[in-house]
């Protein structure tokens, strides 16, 4: 079955820095990569995917990732940080070769963004 | 928008309870799930429902049961709870459209304590 690791717990960076979330996955088939946010006390909220095409996907709030097929990874970042991009973020993954709908959460990487 | 809606918030259960989480979505979605979440853990999938009339188990179905009622409705059952079932429950809906590339959509969230 797939799965997602996500290596760092916590990712402390300054209000204005760039900020990398990593994620790398393992899937027999091709991968279909996510990434989700959660605030304090709320749902995940979609952030971006990756399915084919361009390696380097935009997404919601000035976030954007690269897929990297030989590294296995789906690293998120975002050039410049924000204190309220303070919060858990998730990568997720599905096989697209098997037709059901398992996607694997990583445990989660806790971003905090100090003034 | 009220999108996916699960009740309720919050829940003390004792052990050997039993207790039912209900989800609704409102955007005409074929499938539906449910995760828990559990610190260090991240999401882990219960049971899921392709399409109206049907359910599948996810990586941790033991002690849980769920009922798809319609279209709209999901609820997952908790017929004799343990202290090993306290965690957050988050419901979900996607489409069935684009295959495994569809997003997720998740619920705010339950928080059940079971004592």
């Known amino acids: 079955a797939q799965s997602v690791a996500q290596p760092e717990d916590q990712v402390n960076v300054a209000e204005g820095n760039p900020l990398t979330v990593k994620c790398t996955y393992s899937v027999s088939g091709n991968p279909y990569l996510f990434w989700y946010v959660q605030y304090p006390n709320r749902g995940l909220q979609f952030l971006l995917k990756?399915?084919?095409?361009?390696?380097l996907v935009k997404g919601s709030y000035g976030f954007e990732a690269e897929f990297n097929k030989s590294q296995t990874s789906f690293h998120l970042k975002k050039p410049s940080a924000l204190v309220s991009d303070s919060a858990l973020y998730f990568c997720a993954v599905r096989d697209g070769e098997v037709n059901n709908n398992d996607m694997r959460f990583g445990a989660g990487t806790r971003l905090t963004v100090k003034p | 928008n009220a999108g996916v809606t699960q009740t309720p918030k919050f829940q003390v259960l004792k052990t050997g309870q039993s207790m039912t989480l209900q989800c609704a979505q409102d955007m005409n979605h074929n499938s539906m799930y449910w995760y828990r979440q559990d610190p260090g853990m991240g999401l882990r999938l219960i049971y899921y429902s392709a399409s109206e009339g049907t359910t599948d188990k996810g990586e941790v179905p033991n002690g849980y049961n769920v009922s798809r009622l319609n279209k709209r409705e999901f609820s997952l059952r908790l017929e004799s709870a343990a202290p090993s079932q306290t965690s957050v429950y988050f419901c979900a809906s996607s489409t069935r459209q684009g295959g495994n590339g569809n997003t997720i959509y998740f619920g705010e969230g339950s928080w059940l304590t079971v004592v």
């Open positions: 990756y399915i084919t095409g361009d390696n």
